[in-house]
């Protein structure tokens, strides 16, 4: 089920506070969320979350992760600069791909781990930091389809990330006559996967992988990096990944490896984005416009350009009527904005109560990977942020931009 954890009136009340359209975050649905995935790894020797920045990239965000142990994953000049900012130095994960020159240097001056996603990347980190660092990490692509439960739920072979295997072979003999001490093992296989099997099926090749790579090269693992790409339920029909399970059977995986009890020195780390505040934000948006032609359509406030996935991948996203949750859904719309583009719907020949214009509308699950999406086509504005703190007030963490910010590039 999409997240209908807050009521109405919080919505309401948000809404007389702030002009529409904005996006509203729980704080205290993202702490709940976060301590259950720690709970989930309680098991695992030094876990650690590196939140996905590109998921959710605000300072006030971010630093809640900071505050409870965690760090952050970053993959770019601008992440790293924000993940300094609110004091995450020391606690980076730096998974970038196709690596501007200067980032290596950047990262690494922050005390980041460098994962490297080419065998190339070595050279590259050599020419900016003069040295390897004594950990270092890959990222994995293991070719072909990847699967869960028998079902292929990612096709690295089709995809631009990673090093092959024989690459690793060749390449870990080299990092540790460079001076590297130990490693970590990372990969990125499937998106948004709603199988509980995703993170196990990784955890295994990951660690069996790490396993026969420190076998051949002498060099020891220091760390699996799970990554992100564990789902949460956008559908009503979908129940989502449950991840204190997943957690327990990353844990089998762990003791089929490594053996039982777990060593002390291989840990668990994850990249997690969607899962992490994906449930926990909302775009608070009005109806402005009915129109009837050969469908119905409900025009809002907002568009998709400020919350683009219903329009690039056709993303299902949960709309709701607020004051109006349990009405019948005796009408079916079109939820759009006002680009000039027909993908600009966040949906489509959706079951809805009647919608009169003025009513608010909620579209769910939009805390991760939608104000990070979004842009200024058609000359549309980004929205404002507002975060609703566990002590019930709302606080603006990111103001709507004006036109005068749309003009301020322009020379
Ligand atoms: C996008 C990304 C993530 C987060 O993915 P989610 O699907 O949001 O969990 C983590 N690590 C890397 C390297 C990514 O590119």
């Not at 509203?24 to 020797?45: M, V």
């Not at 781990?113 to 065998?119: F, G, K, M, R, S």
């Not at 760390?223 to 339920?233: E, M, Y």
């Not at 959706?350 to 003025?358: A, D, F, H, K, V």
Request: hydrophobic share 40%; glycine share 8%; proline share 6%.
């Amino acid at each position: 089920m999409p997240n209908f954890n807050l009521p109405d009136s919080i919505f309401k009340q948000a809404a007389a506070q702030f002009p529409t359209p904005f996006f509203l975050y729980d704080e205290a649905g993202i702490r709940a969320t976060i301590r259950e995935l720690k709970q989930a790894f309680a098991w695992a020797p030094h876990f650690m979350e590196y939140f996905a920045v590109k998921a959710l990239p605000n300072p006030r965000i971010l630093q809640i992760f900071v505050e409870e142990g965690f760090g952050l994953d970053c993959a770019s000049e601008c992440e790293l600069l924000m993940a300094e900012r609110v004091g995450a130095q020391g606690r980076i994960m730096f998974s970038a791909n196709n690596v501007p020159a200067g980032e290596f240097a950047q990262a690494s001056r922050l005390g980041a781990i460098l994962n490297l996603d080419d065998i190339s990347d070595i050279d590259q980190v050599l020419r900016e930091c003069g040295q390897m660092p004594e950990v270092i990490s890959m990222r994995l692509n293991p070719g072909g389809g990847f699967m869960s439960n028998n079902a292929i739920i990612g096709t690295p072979e089709e995809s631009k990330y990673g090093w092959t295997i024989a690459q690793m072979q060749e390449g870990l003999p080299r990092l540790k006559a460079l001076g590297v001490k130990k490693f970590g093992i990372h990969a990125l296989l499937a998106s948004n996967a709603q199988e509980n099997g995703y993170y196990p099926a990784l955890a295994e090749l990951l660690m069996q992988t790490a396993y026969d790579l420190a076998d051949k090269s002498g060099v020891a693992p220091a760390f699996i990096n799970l990554s992100g790409g564990v789902g949460i339920p956008y559908h009503p029909d979908e129940s989502g990944p449950d991840i204190m399970q997943i957690g327990a059977d990353v844990e089998k995986a762990y003791h089929r490896v490594f053996g039982a009890p777990a060593p002390e020195n291989v840990s668990i780390c994850t990249e997690l984005g969607r899962h992490m505040t994906g449930p926990h934000g909302w775009l608070v948006t009005h109806a402005i416009h009915h129109k009837d032609i050969y469908r119905k359509y409900i025009g809002v406030d907002g568009c998709t350009g400020q919350l683009p996935r219903p329009a690039i991948y056709g993303a299902y996203h949960h709309v709701s009527v607020v004051d109006k949750r349990d009405m019948p859904h005796t009408e079916v719309y079109d939820v759009v904005g006002s680009l000039c583009e027909n993908s600009d719907k966040f949906a489509v020949q959706r079951p809805l109560p009647p919608i009169e214009t003025g009513d608010l509308l909620l579209v769910h699950d939009a805390g991760a990977h939608c104000y990070a999406m979004s842009h200024n086509y058609n000359g549309r504005l980004r929205c404002a942020e507002i975060m609703l703190r566990e002590d019930g007030s709302f606080q603006m963490i990111r103001r709507a931009e004006t036109a005068e910010d749309y003009f301020a590039t322009l020379l």
